[in-house]
């Protein structure tokens, strides 16, 4: 079983570019999120969803789109990549917000 | 506003010896604690949680300890082993009544170096 699954797992972005993170599970969960870490800053929010067609803003929503048309699919969007969005993201999921969240590998981004 | 804080960004331990890791929160309404362990270039795994209903809770060689009053918790390892050196989360997420709050909230980190 694949768990979550997260692609890819490397980007390099020019400053104003577009792209979408995929994030996809298997485990029919339905309470999934993206995180951003910087070093020193540990895991922060960006967007978190309770369900299909369900989304909410997290600690750090701007820059950022995301949308739940499925179970399973969970896709964070960039609308217009800026240096300050170099990080790694990670996508998670779980039954719900307070049970044992599964994690992707991680996207480390680069936008120069 | 850091709601929930580990103020230490490193422990260095003896393999063998108890390793203890702290965490402090600052919102009264968290119900609910986790702890995530992360291996450099991978996603975190989850390690133990407890519920603000209880104070204790173990797992093999894992136990927490949650304080309450003190807005405290706090993770034991015991005995330490080389391979559990990796960074730890602390995580807290809020009760809802009837809200709309379904945030997980994560502390920075500690790396914890187990010295073989």
């Known amino acids: 079983n694949a768990g979550v699954t997260q692609t890819p797992k490397f980007q390099v972005l020019k400053t104003g570019q577009s792209m979408t993170l995929q994030c996809a599970q298997d485990?029919?969960?339905?309470?999934m999120s993206w995180y951003r870490q910087d070093p020193g800053m540990g895991l922060r929010l960006i967007h978190y969803s309770v369900g299909a067609g369900i989304t909410d803003q997290g600690e750090v929503p701007n820059g950022y789109n995301v949308s739940r048309s499925t179970t399973e699919d969970f896709p964070l969007r960039l609308l217009s990549a800026a240096p300050s969005q170099t990080s790694v993201y990670f996508c998670a999921s779980s039954y719900w917000v307070n049970t044992e969240a599964f994690f992707g590998q991680g996207t480390r981004l680069t936008v120069v | 506003d850091q709601q929930v804080k580990q103020n230490s960004p490193s422990l260095s331990v003896q393999e063998g010896r108890i390793s203890i890791l702290n965490c402090d929160y600052t919102?009264?309404?968290?119900?609910?604690f986790l702890w995530y362990k992360k291996y450099p270039a991978e996603g975190p795994t989850f390690l133990i949680s407890?519920?603000?209903?209880?104070d204790k809770n173990e797992d093999g060689r894992f136990t927490v300890f949650l304080n309450k009053s003190a807005k405290h918790l706090s993770l034991h390892i015991v005995p330490s082993q080389p391979g559990d050196s990796a960074v730890y989360f602390c995580?807290?997420?809020?009760?809802?009544?009837?809200?709309?709050?379904?945030?997980?909230?994560f502390g920075k980190g500690t790396l914890l170096t187990v010295n073989p």
């Open positions: 919102n009264s309404m968290f119900d609910y």
């Open positions: 995580a807290a997420s809020e009760r809802n009544s009837g809200g709309s709050n379904y945030k997980l909230t």
């Open positions: 407890i519920s603000s209903i209880k």
């Open positions: 485990m029919n969960h339905e309470y």
